[in-house]
Each structure stands twice: as structure tokens, then as C-alpha cells.
């Protein structure tokens, strides 16, 4: 089911552009496993340079490892998500499904547009964007004022000035422990 869903939702994006399914057809009939979590994805690459799924058969030219957050990676911070990846195998046929799939955009408009005419989909991809944004800067407003209020009012947690200051004494303390060693050993007499 989820190959399934994985394999159509690429292909769809491999349809409208013509220059990443020009960079997979030199790869035609190779096959490939990508794994993350408990996920394991084997295709081979068509002969229109779209994903199929492989034979069990088939012997995979490259295996590549993700990460196992690949899928919160992949919403959130893609650059870090191909940066964390294990492979073994082909490097040419590797970086050419790096590139394709690190360059592959989805234009949520246009298939929006489709089902529900051009208005409507821009309008409500706006409204999209300003809630993720909005979601977003209060995610991070409600993370400082809990931070804040533990390390201010509640004083369950250590203030990062206090902590610099707390090393700060400690490594003076340090110091002028060195020190009194120094002079206890000069002042001591010395046995043979």
C-alpha cells in the first residue's frame, strides 16, 4: 500500500518534468532500494524514466540508507535529509537519483487548480501558507515562554547566564587550586 502510494505520488512528479525523466532513462531497467525506518522501497526505472516497483529478483545496482526521521526530514529540512544518507553501490546511478529527487518540486497550485478551477487553488494555498506561518510562529512563541517561565519563575531550570557564570566560577576555582599546589610543592621539603 505504501509503495503503492509512494511510487504513484513520485511518478506524478516525475510526468511534468521532462528533464528529470531525461537523467533517470540513462538508468532504464536498473533497479534500486531506498530504506528508512522500516520502510524498504525497491524500483527499477521504466523505460519512460518513471518508478516501477522492482522484481524480487532483481539485484539492486545501488542501496541507499536514510535516516530514520527521512519523512519529517523531508517536510522540514530536505538539505539535511540527503546530507544524512548511506549508500552503496552505483555513485553515478546514487547521485543521479540525489539530484532528481533533491530538484523535483511539487506545484500544489496547479493540481489544486485541476479539481477546483485557478481562484479558488491560489486563494486557498495563500490561506495554507499563512496557517503553516502562523502555526509556526506560535509553536516557537509557546517554546520561549515555557522556556522562559521555567527559567525565570518557576527556576526549575538553570538560566543560561547563571551557567555561564556557575563555569566561569568553577574554572577559577580551578585555577587558583593549580596555583596553591604549585606553592605548597615549593614551600615542602624535599626527601631523597
Not at 53 to 65: M, N, Q, T
Not at 67 to 88: E, G, H, I
Not at 91 to 97: C, N, R, S
Not at 102 to 116: F, G, I, K, P, S
Amino acid at each position: 500500500m505504501f509503495n503503492k502510494a509512494a511510487f504513484g505520488f513520485a511518478n506524478h512528479l516525475l510526468a511534468g518534468e521532462d528533464w528529470a525523466r531525461q537523467r533517470l532513462l540513462a538508468f532504464s531497467g536498473q533497479t534500486a532500494e531506498l530504506q528508512f525506518g522500516y520502510a524498504l522501497l525497491r524500483f527499477t526505472i521504466s523505460k519512460a524514466g518513471l518508478l516501477e516497483e522492482a522484481d524480487v529478483a532483481a539485484a539492486a545496482l545501488v542501496s541507499i540508507r536514510l535516516a530514520d526521521d527521512a519523512p519529517v526530514r523531508a517536510l522540514a529540512d530536505r538539505p539535511s535529509l540527503f546530507s544524512s544518507a548511506t549508500v552503496a553501490g552505483s555513485a553515478e546511478f546514487a547521485e543521479t537519483l540525489g539530484f532528481v529527487f533533491r530538484n523535483l518540486r511539487w506545484d500544489v497550485e496547479h493540481d489544486l487548480a485541476q479539481l477546483t478551477g485557478d481562484v479558488f487553488a491560489r486563494r486557498a494555498l495563500h490561506l495554507a501558507v499563512g496557517l503553516g506561518r502562523w502555526q509556526g510562529a506560535s509553536a516557537r512563541n509557546l517554546a520561549t515562554s515555557i522556556a522562559e517561565y521555567l527559567t525565570e519563575e518557576e527556576a526549575a531550570l538553570v538560566p543560561r547566564r547563571a551557567l555561564a557564570s556557575f563555569c566561569s566560577d568553577v574554572d577559577a576555582l580551578r585555577d587558583d587550586l593549580a596555583r596553591l599546589e604549585k606553592r605548597v610543592d615549593r614551600l615542602a621539603p624535599r626527601r631523597c
